[in-house]
């Protein structure tokens, strides 16, 4: 076996995406050409039924009279992985639609990362630019069970153009919004009451299947038998050619699925010959076959005889591409055939599942492999493939394999193995698993050392170990103890300048640094980290080691040199193709972060997303800094519904888990803002009593939570010890030169002042403020504490002595807050009455109006101080409501609409 060879990406089977071949021998069902002429207007196709009622085989006939282009993506139960579904349904509709460039070998240069949120909007604006005809089928959607997955393909339905379709073939209902499409006729349904046969159906396929007619009361007694199931009729047909008297043959059948399966056992693979029985029992546990795997399995170099024989007698079998190289079986005679094979041979099973493995790795698929090593119960094997491929395995898109494979594994096996017990420690940290864990791995790893290791092997080992126990001291913010590690580690490698372990150590000084205020130490370590990362071709690290010098930046104020970080971060992932990857859910919340002060709402909301993304892979509480940031985004664009269900999220978050005071104190500032908005004083209350204000106040995470305490007792009307508080928070800000900490805790400081009447200290404070905020270009905080301190701009921008920029800046943040207050007396306007019969909301009107006078999208967004994206979730109801179906068509009702306005008067 040649390991060396294994490709680590994921690779496209194009079987996947072949349209199954119909067959010569299937019955024309002219029923259904009406069926798919009720499609036109349909964003969603739904067949569903059990097996065996013919879902594909309908999907695939009506791909052939369909007039346009077709993608078909065969589904398996392997495909729940987003990331590879993603690169599955990208390549599929790629292939069908010009203009939509998504390589996949471009993207797969470094790993096999991919931007999904990104990609999907591409792709939606190359469908509704297009205008052709295109069909999507997904099928065995049973299949999937990841919701990531299903928002996906809700997302993609809830926004397909006219011109496109999507049609699913599922044993089960989808979980995909069903009942909204019903109620706006968007979704045409076929069930297996649709899809059993007619009489006259059965007649023809007889015809069609025997040498001789069948008798009407035979018909009849088929029906009656498999109440028109496709599968029941199939095997009862097989059944002809092996009796005499198919007419009696058919009465001996039992009325029940369950019993004509058992015939299929007893009367058709029994009587198959030995070597076509060993072939079906033996290839019925992989999804799909060629003649080479097929030999793997059952030792046959003659196995393409077999196939061409299956093919004539038309036992089950599928091609699934135009070659007919690959193939698969219909899925619920390759069920049964699994079933009997377990029934009577489980250890066949294993071994067929072991020679499986053996040939998708020895090919180059091990994503394709490892399931096959985790069915095969062979606890070795699964040890040997971790063994020789972990390493090249240990990339984002492999953790839930890795994963997979590891929980498969007896605990004594991982213990007494210090690789694996290193391994599932590593894959623990990158998944954010409960520190016991991962502390437990190192543990084991550690306890059963190889004796065989050299001093240099042991060293390394020993320096892996250290690192992660560093991690873990930093996340239990136990900052003393992390640098004792990492000061052993540096000894440990002190003879190897370029090592993935030194670099990574480097890592955690410069974390350690900024815990202890030191930040441009930190940015020392940081830069060091990033020149050994690049030497030793460590994407994750590169992107690592900048994004928090990028980070590090924000927060000294220098926000457009954090930007040029973050953009050369970007233009680093998209070429290394790793845009999705874990340690890309930190570059781009950050970034969000930074949008979010410039009030680049939308950028900011996008990155979000992709945090989300990236952290897929994560547990879920995970989701804990990236949500927070889109509250923050929902409170500046007004959205009541999504700030509510951010928080929602933020308390289940935080109540999961003790997180860091980072992500906690900037989750607590979001709560801070929902308590005052909904005037639940109690609460601040209670939070304020359990709460003890830092000592250590040199770091942005401390400044954020102490600030958060002055909040609190704003919020309670306790204006001098929010003062006093502040004016600490203020000063240490200011000696370690956190700009940014200073124009938050000055503006506080404004607010408290202002609230007590004290205006000419308010004042003072504001031009700290602002006199910080013009270095670093903020905006957002301002516009929410406009009605406390925005009378105040006016009188500040007079004010003499003030430094340009400073005036400047004061200047935009009173544009900035003149629009928002006209956005906000705009949007409490009554709707007229003639639009009232429209059931459009205010807001609605307003994007309409805006329409009807030539306005783009962002020119709208401007206008009503919004996000672009709110404004295309206006238009998207507003079509809905008027029933129109592009902005020509809207721009002319809402002219309409004006000219009945002053008709009446209005």
Known sequence: MNISAHKTSIQILPTKLAVPSCGGDIVERERFETHLRQTENKSLVLIRAPAGYGKTTLAACWTKHWQGKVGWYSIEEADNDLTRFGYYLLTCLSRQLDGYDFDLETDLKQGHALDLVGQIEQLL???????????????????????????????????????????ITSRSEPPLGLASLRVRNQVHEVTNEELSFTRQELSDFLSHRLPKEVKDATIEQMLDKTDGWAAGIQIMALSASRTENF????SQFSQSHAHILDFLVEEVLAKEPDDVREFLLATSVVQRFNSSLAASLTGNASCQQTIDYLRKTGLFLTSLDSNHEWYQYQSFFSECIRHQLAKTDPNAVKNYHQKAHDWWLQNGHIYEALPHAVKSQNTDLIVSSLSACGGSLFQPAYVSVIRHCLEELPEHVIASNHELALLSAWVSTVSQQDATIIRRHLQQAEDYLSQNLTKQQLASVRAEMAVIKAQLAIWDENIDQADDYTSSVLGLVDNDEFSPIRCRALTVLGEIRICKGNYREALHFFRKAERVARRIASVHDVIWSMAQQADIYRHLGQLELSYQVHSTIMDFAKEKGVETIPIMEFAYRTRAQLLWEWHRLSEAKVDCQKALEAGKHFKDYCALP????????????????????????????LLERRHHTDWRANAMSVKLWYWLRHETQWAVRDWLESQTFPSNLSNHFWQMHGRNIARGHLILGQYEEAI?????????????????AVSHNALWLAVAYQSLGKKKEALEALKTSVHSAAQSGCISLYLLVENNVGDLLPELIEKSGLEDNTRRHATKVNEFIRRQRSAKSASSSKVPEVVRSTSLTNKEWQVLSHIGEGFSNDQIADKMFVA???????????????????????????????ELMRETGE
């Open 626 to 653: 990236a949500i927070t940031e889109l509250a923050n985004i929902a409170l500046l664009n007004n959205e009541d519904q999504q700030f509510n269900e951010q928080v929602r999220l933020l308390d289940q978050y």
């Open 868 to 898: 672009t994206s709110t404004v295309r979730s206006h238009i998207k109801h507003i079509y809905q409501k008027l029933g129109v179906h592009s902005r020509q068509e809207a721009r002319k009702k809402a002219n309409e609409l004006k």
């Open 724 to 740: 006093d508080k502040l004016k600490l928070l203020l000063e240490k800000a200011e000696e370690h030169h956190l700009l940014l």
């Open 125 to 167: 604006m190359v469908l509704a630019n297009s205008g052709e005809p295109l069909l999507l089928v997904l099928d065995d959607y049973h299949l999937v069970t990841n919701e990531e997955i299903h928002n996906v393909i809700k997302y993609l339905i809830s926004h397909l153009p006219a011109s496109a379709h999507i049609l």
């Open 247 to 250: 007419d009696s043959h058919i």
